[in-house]
RNA sequence: GCGCCCGUAGCUCAGUUGGAUAGAGUGUCGGCCUCCGAAGCCGAAGGUCGUGGGUUCAAGUCCCGCCGGGCGCGCCA
């Protein structure tokens, strides 16, 4: 499992450029060991990475900062003797030593200039890598209970979800996207009483709706349609249903209690009550109708929102193969179960948990962790080497009982990386929206959907680290103007489509050799800048990828799409000599074909016109 | 009370896994279209990085204590 985590190296696998000076840097060392300096110390991990500052050129290494000690030299000094002994390279022009002991590396105008060749040729190529060796990497996303469709918040972990697998794909994973449908549990029975109750209500019984029944409208657009289709055929007296029951808890408009009472057991017994009254076959048909009906839904709207799965795996399958009283039976066998109070529970506290946790209720029924662990053992089973959830912020208290009891089982819980979304506040003409879900008066995705667009929703949703609250402004995402970053950047790229369509229409003729053989005419200071920033790319993909934050790639694309800004504003691209109208042409559409690249993994779309 | 996450420009956020003088966008103020799309560009102003210690050549970044905000602490999921 080692091959799997993140190296401990803070550079991992890095650009062309940065590993030639590391390369260059570990050959300098090696020579100044032969020469008996630097006795016993180990070929350490050589830094290196970009300046911020361009005064300190374009790359710099801090080396001899960390070697000084145990070289037993000040950091300049080792700095001089190492750039001393420095390789001669095409690529730099110069070496500098600054500050404490940086090693300052200025690179030569074909280097920054080779990237637009190297782009041209890898086309939507650029920027992906090997690093992941097609090991095979799970990321489970969304997963929301089918009970209801889609809010804001599963937005976010879609979209989220949805890049974080699109970036580990293209740093070589080999990655399976899953959905998992708890289309087994006790939600699942209690939505289909929620959408039998309010058929008996549009049939004209009276009744008091349970407090933990789903109120959302579509169950009664559920429970209107079973009547449409089936008349009466499912009508009992709902006097009988309710009679007997433990008594529900009852709250007013506030949310004061003003009946106490047990709201998970009066539910429960509810859902038997129905399943008695109806009898098998007909309790199984308005299960069904509204499982099939409101998965189609979800289904219908990850599509829409460019969200696409592998694979929809179904709870209800692992019961049925016995799946999750077997791993019961082995947390037994491991000496980690124990009866209490009529329930069965494991021993989480041996494993890090707060307190031990119920996998068997008093009443038979098998707990959401116990499937959950059955689940997440299967998926190892299933040969996947590093497994990926993405969970909302509020389930955190939940990784410690899920790691705890993979960990019982003999699993490595190390290769389970649980990621924590936090929710997505939406803000509408500066006034934060109202979002309820107790009262089943929430923004939908689809709704969200409409209103901005895929492609704001997209680009928003992952526009901020996933740990970080996020305020979704609903009116700057439908803004057409540069406040708004993804239409500031889908512009950068439509921009470029006009300027090969200006060429064409003025029948200026173009030569793609030519433009690659007049590459060294990019020397503008706008020009400079555009070529580190896409010569960045690579560089980027890997880190989003590998720390899982797709918010460097959304920040990153603004900033290159600036860069080009600038840079067409300042200068023509279609002007009259050849040579560099050409390579300018080259340059443009290296810049069109990164965005493209980098929106892609986002999810949005890259106009042609806008 | 305990646990996890977050406190950086008026506002919304980055900050290259500990590097050099902390950066963007927005907002405010001021400039730029006879010229490839002004859905754009350029400039100015704006900071005791919540706070107090500690670790070291170097701390917004790591450790500890406070303060403030969010979430979690069920035989709910």
């Given at each position: 499992?080692?091959?799997?985590?993140?190296?401990?190296?803070?550079?991992?696998r890095?650009?062309?450029?940065?590993?030639?000076?590391?390369?260059?840097m570990?050959?300098a060392l090696?020579?100044?060991?032969?020469?008996?300096a630097?006795?016993?110390?180990?070929?350490?991990?050589?830094?290196?990475?970009?300046?911020?500052?361009?005064t300190?050129?374009?790359?710099?290494?801090?080396?001899a900062?960390?070697?000084?000690?145990?070289a037993?030299?000040k950091?300049?000094?080792l700095?001089?003797r190492i750039?001393a002994t420095?390789?001669?390279?095409?690529?730099?022009?110069?070496?500098e030593?600054?500050?404490?002991?940086?090693?300052?590396?200025?690179?030569?105008p074909?280097?920054?200039?080779?990237?637009v060749?190297?782009?041209?040729?890898?086309?939507?190529?650029?920027?992906?890598?090997?690093?992941g060796?097609?090991?095979?990497?799970?990321?489970?996303?969304?997963?929301?209970n089918?009970?209801?469709?889609?809010?804001?918040?599963?937005?976010?972990?879609?979209?989220?979800?949805?890049?974080?697998?699109?970036?580990?794909?293209?740093?070589?994973?080999?990655?399976?996207?899953?959905y998992?449908?708890?289309?087994?549990?006790?939600?699942?029975n209690i939505?289909?009483?929620?959408?039998?109750?309010r058929?008996?209500?549009?049939?004209?019984e009276?009744?008091?709706?349970?407090?933990?029944?789903?109120r959302?409208?579509?169950?009664?657009?559920?429970?209107?349609?079973?009547?449409?289709?089936?008349?009466?055929?499912?009508?009992?007296?709902?006097?009988?249903?309710f009679?007997d029951?433990?008594?529900?808890?009852?709250?007013?408009d506030?949310?004061?209690?003003?009946?106490?009472?047990d709201?998970?057991?009066?539910?429960?017994?509810?859902?038997?009550?129905?399943?008695?009254?109806?009898?098998?076959?007909?309790?199984?048909?308005?299960?069904?109708?509204?499982?099939?009906?409101?998965?189609?839904?979800?289904?219908?709207?990850l599509?829409?929102?460019?969200?696409?799965?592998d694979?929809?795996y179904?709870e209800?399958?692992?019961?049925?193969?016995?799946?999750?009283?077997k791993?019961?039976?082995r947390l037994?066998d491991?000496?980690?179960?124990?009866?209490?109070?009529?329930?069965?529970w494991?021993?989480?506290?041996?494993f890090g948990?707060?307190?031990?946790?119920?996998?068997q209720?008093?009443?038979?029924?098998?707990?959401?962790?116990?499937?959950?662990?059955?689940?997440h053992?299967e998926?190892?089973?299933?040969?996947?080497?590093?497994?990926i959830?993405?969970?909302?912020?509020?389930h955190?208290?939940y990784?410690?009982?899920?790691?705890?009891?993979?960990?019982?089982?003999?699993?490595?819980?190390d290769?389970l990386?649980?990621?924590?979304?936090?929710?997505a506040?939406?803000?509408?003409?500066?006034?934060?929206?109202?979002?309820?879900?107790?009262?089943?008066?929430?923004?939908?995705?689809r709704?969200?959907?409409?209103e901005?667009?895929n492609d704001?929703?997209?680009f928003?949703?992952?526009?901020r680290?996933?740990?970080?609250h996020?305020?979704?402004?609903?009116?700057?995402?439908?803004?057409?103007?540069?406040?708004?970053p993804?239409?500031?950047?889908?512009?950068?790229?439509a921009?470029?489509?006009?300027?090969?369509?200006?060429?064409?229409?003025?029948?200026?003729?173009?030569?793609?050799?030519?433009g690659?053989?007049?590459?060294a005419?990019?020397?503008e200071?706008?020009?400079e800048a555009?070529?580190?920033?896409?010569?960045?790319?690579?560089?980027?993909?890997?880190?989003?990828?590998l720390?899982?934050?797709?918010?460097?790639?959304a920040?990153?694309?603004?900033?290159?799409?600036?860069?080009f800004?600038?840079?067409?504003?300042?200068?023509?691209?279609?002007?009259?000599?050849?040579g560099?109208?050409?390579?300018r042409?080259?340059?443009?559409?290296?810049?069109?074909?990164?965005?493209?690249?980098?929106?892609?993994?986002?999810?949005v779309?890259?106009?042609?016109?806008?």
């Amino acid at each position: 499992m080692d091959q799997l985590e993140i190296p401990e190296t803070p550079y991992p696998r890095l650009a062309p450029v940065k590993t030639h000076l590391q390369t260059l840097m570990t050959q300098a060392l090696r020579q100044l060991q032969a020469e008996g300096a630097l006795a016993g110390i180990e070929s350490p991990a050589i830094p290196v990475e970009r300046s911020r500052d361009r005064t300190h050129g374009d790359f710099a290494s801090s080396v001899a900062l960390g070697l000084a000690k145990m070289a037993r030299c000040k950091p300049r000094d080792l700095a001089e003797r190492i750039v001393a002994t420095l390789p001669t390279s095409e690529r730099i022009a110069r070496v500098e030593i600054a500050g404490p002991g940086f090693i300052n590396f200025f690179l030569t105008p074909g280097a920054y200039q080779a990237v637009v060749a190297e782009i041209l040729d890898q086309g939507e190529t650029f920027g992906r890598s090997t690093f992941g060796g097609g090991r095979r990497v799970q990321v489970e996303f969304v997963s929301a209970n089918p009970t209801g469709p889609l809010h804001v918040g599963h937005g976010r972990g879609a979209a989220f979800g949805a890049t974080v697998a699109n970036l580990l794909e293209a740093v070589g994973y080999q990655v399976h996207r899953e959905y998992y449908v708890n289309d087994a549990g006790r939600q699942m029975n209690i939505l289909a009483a929620s959408v039998w109750l309010r058929y008996l209500e549009h049939c004209g019984e009276q009744l008091p709706f349970p407090s933990n029944g789903y109120r959302g409208g579509y169950v009664r657009d559920l429970a209107a349609r079973l009547y449409t289709e089936h008349g009466n055929a499912y009508l009992v007296s709902a006097a009988d249903l309710f009679r007997d029951l433990p008594q529900d808890e009852i709250r007013d408009d506030a949310g004061t209690v003003i009946v106490p009472g047990d709201k998970e057991a009066h539910i429960d017994a509810l859902v038997e009550r129905a399943r008695a009254q109806l009898g098998d076959h007909r309790y199984r048909y308005i299960f069904e109708l509204g499982l099939n009906a409101i998965l189609d839904d979800i289904r219908a709207d990850l599509q829409e929102f460019g969200v696409v799965y592998d694979e929809w795996y179904s709870e209800r399958t692992l019961e049925e193969r016995g799946a999750v009283n077997k791993t019961i039976q082995r947390l037994r066998d491991a000496g980690q179960i124990y009866t209490k109070d009529g329930a069965l529970w494991f021993r989480s506290t041996a494993f890090g948990d707060e307190k031990d946790r119920v996998v068997q209720r008093e009443n038979g029924q098998t707990t959401y962790f116990a499937s959950d662990i059955a689940y997440h053992l299967e998926k190892f089973e299933r040969g996947f080497e590093w497994v990926i959830d993405v969970w909302g912020a509020d389930h955190h208290g939940y990784v410690p009982r899920v790691k705890g009891a993979l960990q019982a089982l003999g699993e490595n819980p190390d290769r389970l990386d649980v990621l924590l979304v936090q929710f997505a506040i939406l803000y509408r003409h500066g006034e934060r929206a109202p979002m309820s879900t107790r009262s089943g008066d929430f923004v939908t995705l689809r709704e969200l959907r409409d209103e901005v667009g895929n492609d704001a929703a997209r680009f928003f949703y992952v526009m901020r680290k996933s740990e970080q609250h996020l305020d979704f402004d609903l009116d700057l995402a439908k803004s057409q103007s540069k406040d708004n970053p993804v239409y500031y950047i889908q512009y950068a790229h439509a921009r470029v489509c006009s300027v090969v369509r200006q060429q064409h229409e003025k029948d200026l003729p173009r030569d793609e050799q030519r433009g690659r053989d007049h590459l060294a005419l990019l020397t503008e200071p706008h020009e400079e800048a555009l070529l580190i920033a896409l010569a960045r790319y690579p560089e980027v993909v890997e880190m989003a990828a590998l720390n899982h934050e797709p918010h460097q790639l959304a920040q990153y694309l603004r900033e290159l799409a600036n860069a080009f800004h600038s840079y067409y504003n300042e200068h023509r691209v279609l002007v009259s000599d050849d040579g560099l109208r050409d390579a300018r042409l080259s340059l443009s559409l290296a810049t069109r074909q990164v965005i493209r690249n980098g929106l892609r993994l986002l999810g949005v779309f890259a106009p042609e016109v806008m």
